[in-house]
């Protein structure tokens, strides 16, 4: 089953979406996916259901994106904290 277009009438298109974004790559969101699989869902066959297992990896996926996300989020704020430090050293060193 080839997947079906989704209208662009959610509340993460459009400019929204860009301020509030927190993913390096604002190709790939929760969003996305989660209107991708809800499309899935909504425009299958119903004499021919999709097998439970697609279902379930979907999800899993889905996790793992979330666990992504979440993990670029903490490494960004590591990263920025580490940055910070540098600066501070190197201003420290500077003044003696």
Known sequence: MSPTPVSNSSPASGTDA???STTPNP???EDMFLQLLV?????QDPLNPADGTQFLTQL????QLEQSIDMSTDLGAIRTDLDHLVAQTQTATQTQ
């Open 39 to 43: 499309a899935q869902i909504k425009n």
């Open 60 to 63: 899993a996926q889905f996790s």
């Open 18 to 20: 860009a301020s509030s």
């Open 27 to 29: 190709s790939v969101s």
